[in-house]
């Protein structure tokens, strides 16, 4: 029996939902005779959909059971956080300020988003609720809680030079 094509395993999910939901059956049959109901732990190949929205196949892959958005969930990833910053052309203390953007480009919400920050260095005032420090060389982003699908989750600072904001870790949850 021939294994599952990539399209065949990406698209399994989906075609789960779409058979229970449509056709009250809860089993899948795909090229090479393989079958597939909802529950069984099969091979996930993630596909990931990076900022330019191009596919490219990880060839790592995990035996997971197949149970809601778990493909979603597994498909978020480091690049699904977006930060980006820029000057904002204004002065504090003598200090160049920089607005910085945090967004879920993820499909599913995402909390405790963690970003490298090196001790969160200011002249300005920085809301701890909208970013923290945890140690020496993370900060916490929306005290750890939910930044929605697509949200974007902004702050300014103000320092002798841009800081690096990059992220470091995250934990999505589809509904």
């Known amino acids: 029996m021939a294994k599952p094509s990539a399209l065949d395993l990406l698209l399994l999910p989906f075609l789960l939902i779409g058979i229970s939901t449509f056709h009250g059956s809860s089993t899948a049959i795909f090229s090479g005779g393989y079958r597939y109901s909802i529950g069984d732990h099969v ?14 196949l990880i060839v790592d892959h995990t035996e ?9 969930e597994a498909a ?6 977006a930060v980006s910053q820029s ?22 919400s995402q909390s405790n988003v963690v ?4 001790r969160l260095n200011s002249v300005e005032a920085v809301d701890p609720k909208i970013i923290r420090p945890l ?8 005290d ?5 699908p697509r949200a974007t989750v902004s702050f300014n ?9 990059s992220f470091v870790n995250s934990q999505p949850t589809c509904d």
């Open 43 to 56: 091979p996930i190949y993630v596909n990931k959909v990076g900022p330019t929205k191009n596919l490219s």
């Open 64 to 72: 997971k059971p197949l149970t809601g958005l778990l493909a979603a």
């Open 76 to 81: 978020c990833g480091p690049s699904d956080i």
């Open 87 to 108: 000057r904002t052309g204004r002065l504090v203390q003598s200090q160049a300020e920089y607005a910085v953007s945090v967004t879920n480009q993820c499909v599913c």
């Open 115 to 118: 970003l490298h920050c090196d």
């Open 135 to 142: 140690d020496g060389q993370n900060c916490i982003v929306n």
């Open 144 to 148: 750890g809680g939910v930044i929605a």
């Open 157 to 165: 600072y103000a320092w002798k030079s841009p800081a690096d904001y």
